[in-house]
Every structure is written in structure tokens, then in C-alpha cells.
């Protein structure tokens, strides 16, 4: 299969392209800073450079034709509340328009965990990234696509485990950015699984169980 990453130099993007190579699909990384090719190139992506607050739905949707699915696993990264309304909230439409242009129907989002920080200290630029993640998910479920909406708890750089709890709703918690990456993959293997939002947190069960429990054949 031929997929596209948006967001491909990120952690969980690296991960998720390494693992899809490895299995012999095609993935190419869309990327912002030409010092990234290379490491890209080392995962076995093709990298694609392009910064999402420049490019048009046009030149996005050139990038893309030829790809099955989108992954898009860009964020701002804590950069402000204006990095992160045009990376996660326009970026996200941008790239939900450019699919559309080039006839690509799947199309998976890495959102965030509706419960991630409560009750916590409010914190106005934590309550923008929830709002902006929220009105993306949004966003994507309103489009004629073939959706996957995959909020994670809050992102560790431990290495995975293969064990996750995914399901519609679950408690809060933490997941390796591995086993993010892992479910992204096998989601891409299992068209079944469409037009669903999944939280996931480690968990005891493996990602292909929990994956079959969400199908919907
Ligand atoms: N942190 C958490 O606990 C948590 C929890 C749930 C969900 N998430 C979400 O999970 C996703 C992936 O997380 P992660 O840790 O892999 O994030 P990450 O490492 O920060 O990756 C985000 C990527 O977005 C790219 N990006 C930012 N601005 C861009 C632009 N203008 N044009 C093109 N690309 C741009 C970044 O590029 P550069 O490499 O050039 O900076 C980076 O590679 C994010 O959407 C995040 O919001 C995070």
C-alpha cells in the first residue's frame, strides 16, 4: 500500500514509517526542514518537503496523488496557541481537502484524549489544543472520507509492548508513541476498521484483538 504521512518527521510519524516499510508498503513523509531527508530516507519513507502553513490544497493534493491512505501525525508541539491552530486545526483541514482532491478516501488522524489533564490546573493553551483537536475530529468525521480517529492518552518514549486498551471510550492513561505508531499500522492492513473513533492506552490486550473488537464486519 502506498501511504502518505503528514507530520512525517514527528516521533510517532518516524516510528509509523519504519514499521510500514518494514512491511513492505511505500510511504512517503511529508516534512518541513530539508535536514530531515536523510533521517527519513534511513526509515525506508520517501521524504516530501513542504510546511503546512505554506503549502496551497493544490500542491498538498500533487504530493499525495498515488497514496491509499493519509496519515496525519503533525502537531505543533506545545509552540503556542497560533502554532497550534494552523498546524492542528488548519493543517488538519488543509490535508483533509488536499486527500479529497487527489481521490484518496482513507484517511487516519492522530488526535488527543478527550480526558488528557483533567482536572489539572487550567491551562489556556492546553484548553486551545483540546478545543482545536476536538473541532478537527470534527471536521474530519463531517467529510466524505473513509475515517480513523485515533486519540492516544498522553505519549511516552518507552518502547512498546503490543498491549493496548482501544475501544470508543476508556479511562485515561499513558501509551508508548510505538504502540501508537503499531496501531496506526495495523489500522492501515485492516480497512474493516472505518468511520470509528478509538482511544487507546496501554493496555493487556494486543493491538490485533482490540483492533477485531472494533471492526465492524
Ligand atoms: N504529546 C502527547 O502526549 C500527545 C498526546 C495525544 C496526542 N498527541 C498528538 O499526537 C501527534 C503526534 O505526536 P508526536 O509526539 O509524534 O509529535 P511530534 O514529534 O511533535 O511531531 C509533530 C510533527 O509535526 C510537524 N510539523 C509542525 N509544524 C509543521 C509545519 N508547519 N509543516 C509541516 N510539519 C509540521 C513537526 O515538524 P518538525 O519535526 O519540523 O518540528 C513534527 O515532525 C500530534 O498531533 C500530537 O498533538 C500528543
Not at 498515488?66 to 492542528?88: C, Q, Y
Not at 490535508?95 to 488528557?116: E, K, M, T, Y
Not at 491551562?123 to 492516544?152: G, M, T
Amino acid at each position: 500500500m502506498n501511504v502518505f504521512i503528514v507530520g512525517g518527521s514527528g516521533k510517532v510519524a518516524r516510528s509509523l514509517a519504519r514499521m510500514l516499510s518494514e512491511c513492505g508498503h511505500v510511504v512517503r513523509s511529508l516534512h518541513r526542514k530539508p535536514e530531515q531527508a536523510q533521517d527519513l530516507a534511513a526509515l525506508g519513507a520517501m521524504a516530501v518537503q513542504g510546511d503546512l502553513t505554506a503549502l496551497s490544497v493544490d500542491a498538498l493534493a500533487t504530493s499525495m496523488v498515488g497514496s491509499d491512505a493519509v496519515v496525519f501525525s503533525a502537531g505543533a508541539g506545545g509552540a503556542g496557541m497560533e502554532v497550534t491552530n494552523a498546524i492542528d486545526g488548519r493543517g488538519l483541514e488543509l490535508s483533509v481537502a488536499a486527500a479529497q482532491q487527489a481521490g484518496i478516501r482513507r484517511f487516519l488522524l492522530v488526535s488527543a484524549f478527550p480526558d488528557a489533564l483533567r482536572g489539572g490546573e487550567r491551562n489556556p493553551e492546553f484548553e486551545n489544543y483540546a478545543r482545536v483537536k476536538k473541532l478537527a475530529d470534527a471536521h474530519l468525521v463531517a467529510s466524505d472520507l473513509d475515517w480513523v480517529i485515533l486519540r492516544p492518552g498522553t505519549l511516552t518514549d518507552e518502547p512498546g509492548t503490543g498491549r493496548v486498551h482501544a475501544a470508543a471510550a476508556i479511562p485515561y492513561g499513558t501509551v508508548p508513541r510505538d504502540d501508537v505508531a503499531a496501531t496506526l499500522a495495523a489500522i492501515i492492513e485492516r480497512p474493516d476498521v472505518s468511520r470509528t473513533i478509538i482511544e487507546l492506552t496501554s493496555g493487556d490486550m494486543s493491538i490485533d484483538a482490540a483492533l477485531a473488537r472494533i471492526s465492524r464486519r
